[in-house]
């Protein structure tokens, strides 16, 4: 069983800084995408960033200039295991949500591809 661990979240005032982690619980074969997204209670969860080794990163136009995702696969990179940051500069009131990560990828040569999620950690700013 996969698990996304997420750390880092906290209360900031606006215009601070924090940087999100994410460790999933083993290798994998392949990946995608790994991504962050978040959601404001009695809101639906919306798109962060997303990053792989192969493409460009994305971004939701709100966070643009102020955050940055970054990564390591395990596979082609040093880390021991899968790996995503989001390094979240200048932060705003509106950024407040809980932050879920999210890989997409293949656990084996023989695995289907599967979306797996962390369970989130907060980020809460202050105006």
């Known amino acids: 069983q996969v698990q996304l661990v997420e750390s880092g979240g906290g209360l900031v005032q606006s215009g601070e800084s924090l940087r999100l982690s994410c460790v999933a619980s083993?290798?994998?074969?392949?990946?995608?995408?790994m991504g962050w997204y978040r959601q404001v209670p009695g809101k639906q969860r919306e798109f962060v960033a997303n990053w792989n080794t192969l493409g460009p990163t994305n971004y939701t136009e709100s966070v643009k200039g102020r955050f940055t995702i970054s990564g390591d696969d395990a596979i082609t990179g040093d880390a021991a295991k899968p790996t995503v940051f989001l390094q979240m500069d200048r932060l705003k009131p509106e950024d407040t949500a809980v932050y879920s990560c999210?890989?997409?990828?293949?656990?084996?040569?023989?695995?289907?591809?599967?979306?797996?999620w962390g369970k989130g950690t907060l980020v809460a700013v202050s105006s």
């Open positions: 999210n890989l997409d990828g293949w656990t084996s040569e023989m695995s289907g591809r599967m979306t797996y």
């Open positions: 083993r290798r994998f074969f392949g990946i995608a995408n």
